[in-house]
């Protein structure tokens, strides 16, 4: 065999573009018997019918997944590293949600070996949900993000993240806060010369939400973020009633939105978690800017924050990417987000397909954070982050699945029924990093 070179043989989907509402049939590939070429570079060289491998590539490693789905690595497009603790914390909303459990949690993060561990657990943790690719907040401190981006390093996976800044009590307690705009600005430059666009590392300027932000600090931001040009930009948008009723006292202004844009923090490469009370002239800009956001399902529903509305959005022509926003979300699973997304659309008579929804975890994912050139689909030369999937997890799916009379049907039932049971193996850049038998593959 070609050194390195590894043939994957299971059935094979991914995506294109959009299915759309009525998924249009031109926009995903079902290979099925069907095989994923893995060249030695970890990048993918080919995905199509078992029977059509071309010759030149036939020479590699067999890898036998026959009998599971092997799809695209899992885009989990905004949750906290600092939340490992407090995921299930029972009875507030958001603001009061924040100051009982989550602040806490976040002052442990300042001790170096604490963020290590957690860290190395969080992210052991997305490899076993199928979620190759993350954005994530840490906490103020510079040690947490150290700790996260040297454990991705260390799996290889692709982690865009950035100090979270905050400066403004009392929604920032004092202990938890930036000492000065100038501190926070230095320490964000030594950060990202650190770590931006190291290996598969990205930065993303990180300023909590406007309630955690004086206009200086996010003055400070908008400067930064323009600075760069492939520098990120994620923050929180408009989630919770009480939030937006805040803002509006503290700055003023159209709307939450057209706050963020007075301080130039819209464009390509800017994230917008949950965004549910927005009109549509802030779903203009934000198209208009290439902004993105972070759906949230399982997050909205457990803080009780409201239903985020996906068809106006994508109508408008925003990029939406799916978050699990674990904290306030129950699960890292995508197949669960995308479970409680389905219910979410469906309190508002809109239907998310399980082509759409995969499209969603996937390349949908990639288009969200403008990485769709090198990951979220099997085209030649994308990187070769994937998962296999067990149609057989639990008897339920098992049972379900059998009966279904067509690939959809089936799809569904894995989309609805599915959680981490389900992940069979998890590989980035082509290397086995967890399996469901063996646990992770250690870094
Ligand atoms: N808004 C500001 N901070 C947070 C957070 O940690 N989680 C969620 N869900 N919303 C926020
Ligand atoms: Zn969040």
Known sequence: AAPGRSIHYGAVLHFLADPGAKPNPDTWQLFDPGALVVGADGHVEWAGPEGEIPPELGDGTPVDHRGQLIVPGFVDTHLHASQVDVIASFGEQLLEWLEKYVFPAEKAFAAGDHAQLVSSLFLDTLLASGTTTAMVHPTVHKTSVDALFEEARKRSMRILSGKVLMDREPYAPPDLKD???????????????????????????????????????????????????????????????????????????????????????????????????????????????????????????????????????????????????????????????????????????????????????TLGGAEALHFEDRIGNFQPRKEADFVVLDWAATPVLKRRTEVAKDFQERLFALMTLGDERAIRATYVLGQLRYDRGQGIASP
């Open 179 to 361: 000492p000065s705009v100038e501190q926070a600005e230095a320490d964000t430059r030594e950060l990202i010369g650190r770590w931006h666009n190291k290996d598969r590392l990205t930065y993303s300027i990180t300023p909590r939400f406007a309630p955690t932000s004086t206009e200086a600090l996010l003055q400070m931001v908008g400067r930064v973020y323009q600075e760069f040009p492939d520098l990120w930009l994620q923050t929180h948008a408009a989630e919770n009633k009480e939030e937006v009723e805040t803002v509006r006292e503290l700055f003023g202004g159209r709307s939450y939105i057209d706050v963020y844009d007075r301080y130039g923090m819209l464009g390509g490469r800017s994230l917008y978690a949950h965004s549910i009370y927005i009109d549509d002239q802030d779903r203009t800009r934000l198209a208009q800017t290439g902004s993105t956001i972070a759906f949230c399902p399982t997050s909205n529903l457990f803080l009780g924050s409201g239903l985020f509305d996906l068809d106006a959005a994508r109508g408008a022509g925003v990029r939406v990417g799916l978050g699990t926003d674990v904290g306030g979300g129950t699960s890292y699973s995508l197949l669960v987000t995308l479970n409680e997304a389905y219910k979410v659309l469906a309190l508002q008579q809109q239907k998310l397909s399980a082509l759409r929804g995969f499209y969603l975890a």
